[in-house]
């Protein structure tokens, strides 16, 4: 029973933390592209809990449009 308990444990804080990584990559390069400041993004994303950061993000990127080379 305990072996099991540890590995829901450890799965349901896996899961979050590689789904917020996977969210900060992909942060990182859009932020980028659109030549905001990206690690000020990847800040907001890490500290503010519950996804809120991102939909932070996505709210405020609209306003800029994608930089075309």
Do not use: C, H, Q
Not at 29 to 56: C, E, H, Q, T, Y
């Amino acid at each position: 029973m305990i072996n099991f308990l540890v590995f829901l444990l450890i799965f349901f804080l896996t899961i979050p933390f590689f789904i917020l990584s996977l969210l900060t990559i992909w942060v990182y390069k859009d932020a980028k592209k659109r030549g905001m400041n990206a690690f000020s993004w990847i800040l907001v994303i890490w500290l503010i809990p519950l996804f809120i950061g991102l939909i932070f993000y996505l709210k405020y990127r609209e306003k800029y449009s994608t930089i075309s080379m």
